[in-house]
C-alpha cells in the first residue's frame, strides 16, 4: 500500500516536472521569437530614419551635383549670343552705304538717323546692348572719339534707348539710330563711319561702312 501510493506520487511528480520543463520551453520560445521580431523593426527603423535623411539631403546635394554640372558644360556657339550687324537689305553691314537723313528739331537742335538691322544667330540672349557710332569732319557727333584714332567723334545709343535693349537667340530687329549732331544739319554727301555694338560678356560686334546723307 505504501509503495503503490509513493510510485502514485512519483509519477505525479514527473508528470508535472515534464508540465514544467514544456511551459519553460514554450516561454522560451516566445522569448526567442519576441527578440527576431524586436531586431527586424530595429534594424527596419533605422533605415527608415536613414532613408529619410538622406531625402532631407538629397535636394541641396542634387543642387549641388547640378551646379558642379553645368559649370563644367564648356561654353560653345549653341551657349552664346552672337550679333551681327546688317543693312537694310539683310546683307553684312560691312563696307555698305546707308542712306541717313539729317535735320533739326523744333529747338533747333541737329539730328543724324539712320537705319540698320541687328540679328542674334547665337544660342542664347545678347543681354543690353550698347552701341557707338564714330565719324568725322563735317560730322560732328557728340563727343570726341575716345578709342578710334581713325574717326574724330562718337555718339551712343545706351540700352535704355532702345525699343529693344535685348535680343532673344535668333531674333532680328531693325533699328533706327537717332543721335545728337552738332554743328551743320545741312549735310550732303557719302561720309565713313564705324559702329560697334557691345553686348553679352564683353563680346563686340563692329562694321565699319559709309553713311550717304541727304540734307534737309
Known amino acids: 500500500m505504501t509503495d503503490t501510493g509513493e510510485n502514485s506520487r512519483n ?12 511551459r519553460v520551453r514554450h516561454l ?5 521569437i519576441t527578440l527576431v521580431v524586436l531586431i527586424i523593426a530595429t534594424v527596419h527603423l533605422f533605415y527608415v530614419e536613414l532613408n529619410l535623411q538622406s531625402e532631407k539631403k538629397s535636394p541641396g546635394a542634387l543642387k549641388a551635383t547640378l551646379k558642379e554640372g553645368l559649370e563644367k558644360v564648356p561654353e560653345t556657339a549653341d551657349t552664346q549670343a552672337e550679333l551681327v550687324l546688317l543693312g537694310a537689305n539683310r546683307n553684312p553691314l560691312q563696307g555698305q552705304n546707308i542712306t541717313a537723313m539729317v535735320g533739326r528739331n523744333p529747338d533747333k537742335s541737329a539730328w543724324l538717323s539712320f537705319r540698320i ?5 547665337g544660342g542664347t540672349t545678347t543681354g543690353p546692348v550698347f552701341l557707338k557710332v ?6 560732328i557727333l ?5 578709342d578710334e584714332p581713325a574717326f574724330q567723334y562718337e555718339g551712343y545709343v545706351t540700352p535704355e534707348r532702345r ?8 531674333v532680328s530687329v531693325a533699328t533706327q ?3 545728337q549732331l552738332l554743328g551743320r544739319a545741312s549735310l550732303s554727301g557719302t561720309y565713313p563711319a564705324l559702329i560697334k555694338a557691345y ?11 559709309n553713311l550717304e546723307i541727304t540734307g534737309k
Open 142 to 146: 557728340g563727343s570726341p572719339s575716345t
Open 163 to 170: 525699343p529693344i535693349p535685348a535680343l532673344r537667340a535668333g
Open 11 to 22: 509519477k505525479e511528480s514527473q508528470a508535472r516536472l515534464e508540465l514544467l520543463e514544456k
Open 199 to 209: 553686348y553679352g560678356d564683353g563680346q563686340i560686334a563692329q562694321a565699319y561702312f
Open 28 to 32: 522560451k520560445w516566445l522569448v526567442e
Open 117 to 121: 538691322i541687328e540679328r542674334n544667330q
Open 177 to 179: 539710330l537717332n543721335l
Open 134 to 139: 564714330y565719324t568725322s569732319d563735317p560730322i
